[in-house]
């Protein structure tokens, strides 16, 4: 993919991690949270929030450490405590002292521990179907961090994340394989989560007291028709937070910011614009 790919946009150091981010509009910060799907970058999975949401803010969306065009370090070891170390590091890098925080899936995980560990960083928190609870893993997850790289893996794995599945074009398909066999993308996914993988889950997983005990203003958002993540890990959440909402899409998969965008958008929008 050349460097003039939407995917690639500024990059700063990171705690010595050179990272790849998105940074549009101007006001209040809201940060996007990225999922762990393969070949994933911050653009693949924001491209219809991240000019929506420019409109009244300033929207800042990273490749997460190990995803997208952010460096990969050889020695690295995923794991919670990186991705959350790597989350902060960014922040001061750009001087980010609070902001609203919006995590997709694995991004909901990370998002939900990086309130819990630094509430003073969080103003307010959107987790669209999230990871970050204990759940039993599904067939549709196992097969996403399972992947191994062809088109026909992509155009199966693409038609689990979707209710619509005119949404998944052979075009998309083959977009989104060529992105997740871009020079190191595939070997680093593949380290993140090996089976047997419901270690994985459990690791992103936050305890549920820390979780009783977040005081942000959080917004849940699930697709009812989700097999990757099951809509009982929002209802769980929306129980857990106290001063949590939640709506859920109905036929509607993995995908609400892509399938509902216009719809999500609003959504998250009015939500910060909302007294904190």
């Known amino acids: 993919m050349s460097n003039d790919s939407p995917e690639i946009a500024n990059n700063i150091e990171a705690d010595g991690i050179r990272t790849n981010y998105h940074d549009s509009g101007s006001g209040e910060p809201v940060m996007l949270i990225h999922g762990s799907g393969p ?22 969306a990273p490749d ?9 370090p050889a020695n690295v070891t995923y794991n919670l405590d990186t991705w959350l170390g790597h989350t902060v590091a960014f922040m001061d890098a750009l001087g ?44 549709g997850l ?10 026909e893996n992509m155009r199966a794995l693409l038609d689990l ?5 005119s949404l ?25 989560f090996p089976a047997p993988r419901q270690r994985w889950i459990d690791m992103l997983a936050s305890d549920e007291d820390d979780i009783r005990a977040i005081d ?11 097999r990757i993540l099951p809509l009982a890990t929002s209802l769980r959440l929306a129980e857990l937070i106290r001063r949590s909402e939640l709506h859920v ?24 614009a909302s007294p904190a």
């Open 249 to 272: 899409f109905g036929c509607c998969g993995h995908w609400t910011q892509i399938e509902h965008a216009a719809r999500f958008n609003k959504l998250v929008s009015d939500f910060v």
């Open 142 to 151: 196992d097969t996403a961090w399972g992947y191994e790289p062809s088109v």
């Open 39 to 60: 070949g994933v970058t911050a653009w693949a999975n924001w491209r219809l929030a991240i000019p929506a949401l420019a409109e009244r803010y300033r929207v800042i």
């Open 161 to 165: 994340f979707a209710y619509d599945r």
């Open 64 to 72: 997460m450490l190990g995803f997208g065009y952010t460096d990969r």
């Open 168 to 192: 998944v074009t052979d075009e998309l398909a083959e977009l989104r394989y060529k992105a997740s066999v871009q020079p190191g993308f595939q070997e680093a996914y593949a380290s993140m």
């Open 96 to 139: 980010l002292d609070k902001v609203n925080l919006v995590g997709n899936s694995f991004g909901g995980a990370l998002s939900l521990a990086l309130t819990i560990r630094h509430p003073e960083r969080v103003s307010r928190l959107v987790l669209m179907g999230a990871a970050g609870v204990s759940f039993e893993l599904t067939p």
């Open 216 to 226: 942000q203003r959080t917004l849940v958002i699930h697709g009812r028709e989700d």
